[in-house]
């Protein structure tokens, strides 16, 4: 994959392995990082979140459309990282925005890809159906 689904895949394998390094190596200085609670700016708010959020997801649709916009329905499980207990489990999406070869904006989207989608000004239209090895 190349361009700017190949920074979120890249991305989302960081947050898998808690490489908070590698996660925030993928961010431009000034990230949103929108959450529940509001947003926030800067790549230190990524560093500490892979491994204190226990978060791992298996991605199921991505889409990608003509602007900087990218969206990823996932299967998330969280799981405890002191004892690797399980915490939960549920399909959500995230949104991204790409440019420059860096994630501008990330958002989880826990009511799930219709959200997400919408977000973003994406449709069904825009799912990447195929992946380049």
């Known amino acids: 994959m190349t361009g700017r689904l190949a920074v979120v895949e890249a991305w989302l394998v960081a947050v898998d392995r808690a490489d908070a390094g590698a996660a925030t190596a ?17 790549r230190e708010v990524i560093g500490p979140w892979p491994a204190r ?16 916009a990218v ?15 399980g915490r939960g489990r549920a399909v959500v ?24 989608l919408a977000a973003t000004g994406l449709t069904d239209a825009d799912e990447v159906l195929t992946r380049a090895s």
Do not use: K, M, N
Request: glycine share 16%.
């Open 26 to 42: 993928l961010c431009a200085p000034d990230v949103e990082v929108v959450g529940p609670c509001g947003s926030v700016r800067g």
């Open 53 to 68: 959020a226990g978060f791992t997801s298996r991605p199921l649709r991505r889409f990608c459309g003509a602007g900087d």
């Open 71 to 85: 969206v990823v329905e996932q299967d998330a499980t969280w799981t405890d990282p002191g004892t690797g207990a």
């Open 93 to 116: 999406a995230s949104s991204f925005r790409v440019a420059g070869g860096a994630i501008t904006r990330y958002q989880r989207h826990d009511d799930g890809l219709p959200a997400a």
